[in-house]
Each structure stands twice: as C-alpha cells, then as structure tokens.
C-alpha cells in the first residue's frame, strides 16, 4: 500500500461527494486509473478522448513523456489522433493532442502494465468532429477546477482526471456512479491489506452491495477511512465522517462506524464503532 507522512503510515481511503444541478462530482483516493476504468466505461458515451496524459513508464531519448498517440501505438490500441497545436502546452489538464478511441478501448489503454501520474479523459459522441475537439479543449482549458464542468458540454457524460495515479476527480450525470467509486474504494484497500498479509502481488474481494456506500453517502458528503483489523478471514476498515473533503496531511479522526469484510463469505457489514 502506499503510505504517508514521515511515519509511512498506510494512505487512507478518502471519498467527497457533492450535487449541483443533476451532476455529480466526486473527489477521492487511492484509486489508480485502471482500477476504476471499467466504472466509466459503463456510463460514457460510445466513444471516450484521452485530452491529457502524462507518464514515466514511456520515455523518449530526453526523458520526456511520450506523446499520447505513441504510447497507444505502444499498446496496439486504435485511436483517432486530433492534434491541438503548441497552445494547449502548460495548459492544466490538456495535452497538445487528443486521443479518441471507442469506450470499450478504453481498459485496453489503461491495462495496468504502465501507470499515468497526470490522466484525463472524457466522453463524446462517436461521430465527434474535429470543430467540435477544439470547441471542447477550449472549455477544459479555460473551466475552474472547481466549477462544474459536464452543464457546459451537453454530449459528455463524465469527466475523470487523476493526479500521481491515486488522487482521484471525476463529474458524472449518472447518480450511481459515486456510490460504485466508493464500493470500489472499499474494495481495493480490503484487498491491498490481505495481499499484503498474504504475501500475494494481489488478492481478489467481492465489493460491498450498493447498499453500503448508498448509506454512507446518504449520511455524509466526505469520509475517510483507514484500517483497523486484518486476519485472513475479517477485514475492518474504521471509517470517519468529515465537515470537509479530506486533505493529505489531516490525521483520521475517531472512527465512527466500521465496514468489515467477511472474507469467507464475501460479505460486507457496517457497524458502529465501538
């Protein structure tokens, strides 16, 4: 697992959530871009445009990033490359070309033999036109990253961008989508735990029922979790409500509830703290 501060201790599981005008948009961690792919890909459009990316898994000879349309090549992933030119340069959250491929690419790109520090994508119709790529970089380019960016753009149905492969931000339409981030939140760090613990590369855990990340959503905007007991047979991870998103560096609160995995029987509960 990663870990932070001078103590190395494990990073936490954090998760907000907010709606505005029939969009939601969710702020999260550790989650890396493949873990959640197939999540966006079942609420996007036909076709997806990779319009930032950045990696050290692919370098040319000065040690720069590849461009995007290479390291697809890389990959034998087909894709429509739609150059934007030197302007897009040093532009937060645009590359200097646009890969648009199908939705169902999309896992092949993100395949978890190579990891992105900087990843954003967003859906579009399939049938895009390269007027309506440069009318589209032009809203990313010049939106907040805090202001509401999907009632801009009537095509797209969710916006994703990751920061260091773990931070996570995306804005959706679909008003499931933040519950089936968090279920898979739970999920990755019940499994990185007993990986660890079983000195396996990787351990394979059922999600909870949409039941319990509905539940905490409904109880709070912003949780952060962390782990309190791991065996091969029960995993609990105390959870926390905030008053505000989590920021790295804030210490985990007393938990208030805990969500415990039974591992023999691939169950989930929630129960409070004792």
């Known amino acids: ?15 907000s959530v907010r709606e505005t ?34 990696t050290n898994s692919y370098l040319d000879e000065d040690w720069h990033s590849l461009q995007p349309a290479l390291i697809a090549a890389e990959l034998g992933v087909p894709c429509t490359v739609h150059p934007l030119g030197s302007w897009a340069a040093g532009t937060n959250g645009l590359a200097e070309e646009f890969l648009v491929m199908e939705r169902n690419l999309l896992p092949r790109l993100l395949d978890g033999t190579w990891s992105p520090y900087e990843l954003t994508l967003i859906d579009v119709s399939a049938d895009v036109t390269p007027e309506q790529l440069d009318e589209l970089a032009l809203v990313l380019g010049t939106t907040g990253v805090d202001e509401p960016l999907l009632g801009l753009l009537a095509d797209s149905r969710v916006w994703f961008s990751s920061h260091d492969d773990c931070y996570v931000m995306l804005e959706a339409r679909d008003p499931g989508l933040p519950a089936a981030v968090l279920a898979r939140l739970l999920a990755l760090l019940a499994g990185s735990a007993l990986a660890e613990l ?41 959870l926390a409500a905030l008053p505000h998103p989590w920021r790295l560096g804030v210490p985990f609160p007393q938990a208030d509830l805990t969500a415990t995995l039974d591992v023999r029987h691939g169950t989930w509960r929630i129960t409070p703290k004792e």
């Open 1 to 15: 697992m990663n870990s932070v501060g001078v103590e190395r201790r494990p990073f936490p599981l954090s998760f």
């Open 21 to 54: 005008e029939g969009l939601w948009r969710v702020s999260a961690g550790a989650a890396q871009a493949g873990e959640l792919v197939d999540l966006l890909v079942t609420v996007a459009n036909d076709a997806v445009a990779v319009v930032s990316l950045e």
């Open 198 to 238: 079983t000195e396996e590369p990787f351990a394979r855990v059922p999600e909870p029922d949409p039941w319990l990340p509905e539940h905490l959503i409904g109880a709070a905007p912003h949780w952060i979790g962390a782990l309190s007991h791991i065996t091969e047979d029960l995993v609990a991870i105390g």
